[in-house]
């Protein structure tokens, strides 16, 4: 017997009951987005291998380990499933010039992929929303992407989400700490892990984010970048605080903070939650000055971040249980019923009159007795049931059943339906009659 094909590891199917729930996520992330004045970006979801190579930094585990790449067999290109969106959204920017009409403020959404151990909250496919602002250099639009996110977190009903900052300073002060870094490493000898060891002189700062329990004690002997930042990386990290304060958002300076990507500077930070085990990390990003530079183009400060959609659906549902797929459960305003050897066609038409209402109508379809499909109106959760019988057809009217409250069922016009159902649903009823 042939077996059924099931999907790939770590690439998932979203069904009904969950795929709801990320619609109005999705609705209220649309929103606020709008709210901060971002417009909306779509980028492919395959790029040239070199893209991420340049961008993400040829020694880090996603260019190293992660990606799915692949050479195109018809002209032989190197091409990647993007891994990140923030390399596609400067490749866009570039090759479009977006910045000749100066600052930008965009976001986009999808899929993403990484080749990594499938577990809860890590995919192979996931999905991000990413955020970016181009050419805004100062310390307010840091502080106003961290803001927005807590106002995110309000909106979406989620606590205990705590942030963390830090500063990654410029890239000379970064040298310098590279410097004294691999330095304090070297001395370390047998006490690095192979990781750290492969890293030493090829991305040594990336060691101090290992999750190694036996590195911890060494890492946090290691020197500290901050106090190799210079008066102006300073004086811009000490502008987000203020900014932050000033908008009540506590927070905690994490000197070990330094994000997976090699394109940050200065500020970055990361929203964590301790109610998704390991995977803690539901939103992260930071400041990037260097990357369009890095990609070709005039160099021009940006700042961003990305929000991992999986993540915070599972904290939605650790937070709220049953209770938020149930609010985001989408149920018709009308079920309509229809029996009788007549009635078909009639019933058809009379669900597309009301559609073209703008009411939101389900039509029973598959036949049934009449008991089976008032079981199927009263499961739909729809307030009202329409029931087209033989006689009704003939008199040229519908019956009106409410199915959430005990009012008394009548017979309408079908030429009125409209107005009618419109009224009870979203008028006034004065006599509280049906």
Known sequence: MNQTIQAVRGMNDILPDEAELWERFDETVRAWLR?????????????????FARAIGEVTDIVEKEMYSFVDALNGEALTLRPEGTASCVRALLQHSLLHGGPRR????????????????????F?????????????????????????????????????????????????HHRAELVAYLERQGEAL?????????????????????QMQALVEAAPRLMD????????????????????????????RLVRGLDYYNLTVFEWITDRLGAQGTVCGGGRFDGLIGQLGGKPAPACGFAMGVERLIALLEAEQGEAARQA????????????GETTLRPAFAAAEALRGAGLDV??????????????????????????????????????????????????????????????LLFGDDDDGSL
């Open 106 to 125: 965009l976001w986009y959404a999808g899929p993403m992929f990484r080749h990594e151990r499938p577990q809860k909250g890590r995919y192979r496919q």
């Open 127 to 175: 999905h991000q929303y990413g955020v970016e602002a181009f050419g805004y250099a100062g310390p307010d639009i840091d502080a106003e992407q961290i803001v927005m996110c807590a106002r995110l977190w309000e909106e979406l009903g989620l606590g205990g989400i705590r942030l963390e900052i830090n500063s990654l300073g410029s890239p000379a002060e970064r040298q």
């Open 328 to 339: 985001a459960r989408s149920a018709p305003d009308v079920y309509v019923v229809h029996q």
């Open 193 to 213: 892990d192979a990781d750290a060891r492969r890293r030493l002189h090829s991305n040594p700062l990336r060691i101090l984010d290992s999750k190694n329990p």
């Open 228 to 255: 190799f930042l210079g008066e102006d990386s300073l004086a811009h990290f000490e502008g987000v605080q203020a900014l932050l304060k000033d908008a009540g958002i506590p927070y905690r300076i994490n000197p």
């Open 35 to 51: 709210a901060y004045g971002y417009r909306p970006i779509r980028l492919p979801l395959v790029e040239p291998t070199p893209l």
């Open 362 to 423: 389900l039509l029973h379809c598959g036949g049934g007795s009449f008991k089976s499909q008032m079981r199927r109106a009263d499961a739909s959760g729809a307030p009202l049931a329409l029931i087209l019988g033989d006689d009704e057809v003939r008199e040229g009217c519908a019956s009106l059943k409410t199915l959430r409250e005990e009012r008394p069922q009548r017979r309408i016009p079908l030429e009125t339906l409209a107005d009618e159902i419109g009224n």
